[in-house]
């Protein structure tokens, strides 16, 4: 399991912005996570979420 933090233009609306910030990056980002197996094939992508949101929480959310 990898994350990945893809940056994203900053919202006009300040609440949204602290939420999509990542203190990791120093900026606002979405953060999603990607499941590979032995081979490094892509087997599951789940939705993105908002960068703020730690790795850990993001995988105990994911239902496998």
């Given amino acids: 399991m990898t994350s990945a933090e893809r940056p994203v233009q900053k919202p006009k609306n300040l609440r949204r912005r602290?939420?999509?910030?990542?203190?990791?990056?120093?900026?606002?980002?979405?953060?999603?996570?990607?499941?590979?197996?032995?081979?490094?094939?892509?087997?599951f992508i789940p939705m993105s979420k908002n960068g703020r949101r730690h790795d850990k929480r993001l995988l105990d959310k994911v239902d496998i």
């Fill in 18 to 43: 602290k939420k999509m910030y990542s203190g990791k990056k120093r900026q606002t980002t979405r953060k999603g996570l990607i499941m590979t197996d032995e081979t490094r094939q892509i087997g």
